[in-house]
């Protein structure tokens, strides 16, 4: 595992929309094959996110040849919801970047059968040709996707339930009301993201400090659905010094010393 701390959130967030759009022109320099991409919602991408527009802008990367999975989505709240990652997605990426509309696969959290729209979106990431790189944050409770503390570290996507405590936090999008947010959502399992050759983690604040801890030097354990990256052959954690806080003096030694 790589953990790249920079100086601050913004600082981390553009390293790592730049590091995503050198795989992107490194694939098409090589292949026509499509590059396939699993990406994240919440707070913490969105800089990522504004930065891979401007890049798009600029003429420093397309995304004409890009598939996308997005890692999960609330469970019956419409898409059109303000809330809902269909919206998210719209407003803080698509709509500035060339990616095509066929492309782009979320999860539908209202589909009849939830069961099969989860096997079905598998089954597209396989028929894709499997995920180049996933781009993933991280919960305060150490959750990667939607993936809760005690989910199975080789769970695929299915439907989970989320905890009091992911309610309480995604509250603040909810009018800070946790009867608003929905109990459950549609998410792409822990080996769905590791099955991905290559996996980018942003990890900002402090509030994510324990997570961060835990999923760097903690032992690999569904505790912390994100420790399942000390097993991953290309993980690469992007944080911040303010996330910091709470490795140990070796750890951040050692990894600002080589990235
Ligand atoms: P956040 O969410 O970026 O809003 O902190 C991350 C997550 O819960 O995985």
Redesign the pocket.
């Known amino acids: 595992m790589k953990v790249v701390i920079r100086e601050n959130a913004l600082e981390g967030s553009i390293w790592a929309a730049h590091y995503i759009a050198d795989r992107i022109n490194e694939k098409a320099a090589k292949t026509s094959e499509p590059f396939v991409i699993g990406l994240?919602t919440?707070?913490?991408?969105i800089e990522t996110y504004a930065e891979l527009g401007r890049l798009v802008k600029a003429g420093k990367v397309s995304f004409k040849n890009v598939i996308s999975f997005n890692m999960d989505e609330y469970v019956g709240l419409p898409e059109s919801h303000p809330e809902s990652y269909h919206s998210f997605m719209h407003k803080n990426l698509f709509d500035f970047i060339d990616e095509p509309a066929e492309n782009i696969h979320i999860l539908n959290g209202n589909a009849k059968d939830l069961d099969a729209e989860c096997a079905a979106y598998e089954e597209a990431i396989i028929k894709a040709g499997g995920f180049d790189l996933f781009l993933?944050?991280?919960?305060e409770d150490g959750?990667?996707?939607f993936n809760e503390p005690y989910s199975s570290l080789n769970s695929r996507t299915r439907v989970v339930d989320l905890t009091e405590d992911?309610r309480i936090?995604n509250s603040r999008f909810f009018d800070n009301d946790m009867n608003k947010v929905p109990k459950q959502a549609l998410s792409v399992g822990v080996a769905t993201v590791t099955g991905s050759k290559e996996v980018v983690l942003?990890v900002m604040g402090p509030k994510?400090a324990r997570a961060l801890r835990d999923a760097v030097e903690g032992p690999c354990s569904h505790k912390c659905t994100a420790s399942a990256l000390q097993l991953h052959e290309q993980a690469t954690i992007v944080c911040d010094e303010a996330s910091v806080g709470e490795l140990t003096v070796n750890a951040y030694r050692y990894f600002k010393a080589l990235y």
Do not use: D, E, R, W
């Open positions: 994240c919440g707070s913490t991408p993933g944050g991280i919960g959750h990667i996707a992911t936090v942003l994510k």
